[in-house]
């Protein structure tokens, strides 16, 4: 069922006509620089938006040759984003190097990897005890593989393979699990942390250790290569990824800090205390392996080391909301769920250590894609001589993307803005047009049509506030709704960077007949 739920909402973030490429986090603000290949392609990007880092690995996956000069110019800071080279370019050899099915593999890879690694998880959680699947599901929709899976990142595709690794050195296959293990730091550089994990020499001398040795020279070994390959290639690069790290606990301070005051300011919205549940599971998950040492248990070194990654982590991964903190610190996440004995009190650390399951609802949310519903019969809803349907058009300003939970839908708007009513008929259509607002403040909304106000209120803070703008005759051709307010758009002060003025949500226009 578990399963079966993620593959439902997983389902919700492909878009006709494009795809997956929701996931990739393509932005508007940088369509200029893409690839032409990128550009030609069908693919969704996000309105008046930077984008996020997957839109950087999509390009690599489309086209890996690293000394093209349209590549340099499309990918942000390539020389670092081509460390983690390893799932772009298996994307592209899956694909037969087209860069089309590239992208779109390249969509998929986390949602593929998140399956497999279900049924991995097994080895360590078999379905015996609801213990075992709560620690089973706390992994599966932890924060930080949600996130990665949301936004097609490496973090998901890397704990496979990470995993699998820890798998085949349990299984007494210490080679072959260095070598994986080693594979999966051109997936991502922080990968090699897992060479903790590696048995340690059993008895004392210098065969068993020179053995150890070289099994963790291996580890590191392709990753060094590469980066010795890409410094050739590519230069010294730039320093994309030099606010990763900073001085022991500074990052950390400042994100608690950040978190506090936001807080204490009494910031409205979810943001806040989903970015709280977060920090406090990370927190557990630290303070388990920093108090609890088991230097013979290779799950305990695992989580430790990458719990010394945390106290040097920089404002780059704490920042904003959502924090790529959880997705780089997953290991850690799991290495905790297998790690924290059974008993009646570890469940009070176990549950404080997986906290952050609470926000991934929110990072996995669907994309928008339906901004108005139009209610009545086929024959009044389309034009039969050539298909056209009745709908709402937002205006080309101010309107901020289409939102949707799993229950409702919405449209933020940023000023003045205007929806047009269009009906395609040859006659006039009798309509009831509802719809609600809300704002994050206190603030006046009108809405106007052909110079007469239509709906005039108060919408309090976070109030959701029903509006019926009654019956209403659409001639052929538009009717503009115009939506106003008494003050300019105004940031929420919850984490969101948008200024805004009001949501208008579930509009609908139900027809009712004709004239």
Known sequence: MAVALFAWNASLLYLPGQGFTYLLQFGTLQHDRYLPELKAASHFEIPNSMGYDSQWYAQIAMRPRLGDPALRRAVDGLSYRARRILFPVLAWALAGGDAVRAMNLFAVENLVSWILLAVLLLRWFPMVSWGNFARWAAVLFSFGLVFSAARALPDGPSLLLLAVGMAL??????????????????????????ASGLALPGRPGARPMAGWVARVALVLLPLAAWMVCLRAWLGPGDDVGARNFAAPFTGLARKLEDCASLLAAGGRGPVPRLDLYVMVGL???????????????????????????????????????????????????????????????????????????????????????????????????????????????????????????????????????????????????????????????????????????????????????????????????????FFTSDRPPAYPGNGDARRLTFSVRGLEIDLQGRR
Not at 169 to 194: C, H, I, Q, Y
Not at 309 to 322: H, I, K, S, T
Request: glycine share 8%.
């Open 283 to 481: 927190l557990a998950q630290f303070a388990f392996f920093a108090t609890r040492w088991r230097w013979r248990d290779p799950w305990w070194r695992v989580g430790a080391c990458y719990a010394v990654l945390m106290v040097f982590l920089g404002d780059a991964v704490w920042e904003n909301y959502p924090s790529a903190a959880a997705r780089v610190l997953l290991p850690m996440t799991l290495a905790f769920n297998i790690a924290v004995p059974r008993g009646r009190w570890w469940v009070i650390l176990l549950v404080a250590g997986n906290l952050g399951v609470l926000s991934s609802l929110d990072i996995s949310k669907p994309p928008g894609r339906e901004s108005f519903v139009v209610k009545g019969p086929g024959s009044l809803r389309i034009n039969p001589r050539d298909g056209s349907a009745v709908e709402a058009v937002f205006g080309p300003r101010n309107w901020w993307i289409p939102e949707k939970n799993r229950w409702e839908f919405w449209r933020w708007n940023m000023g003045d803005a205007t929806v047009a009513l269009r009906n395609p008929q040859p006659f006039t259509l009798e309509s009831v047009v509802t719809f609600s607002l809300r704002s994050d403040d206190r603030r006046e909304a009108i809405v106007e049509s052909g110079g007469k106000v239509l709906w005039r209120g108060i919408l309090e803070p976070a109030q959701v506030l029903p509006v019926s703008l009654g019956e209403i005759d659409l001639p052929p051709g538009d009717t503009v709704l």
């Open 169 to 194: 050195a349990e299984a007494r296959r210490p080679w072959l699990a260095a070598m994986v293990l080693g594979v999966s730091g051109l997936g991502k550089d922080t990968n090699v942390l897992f």
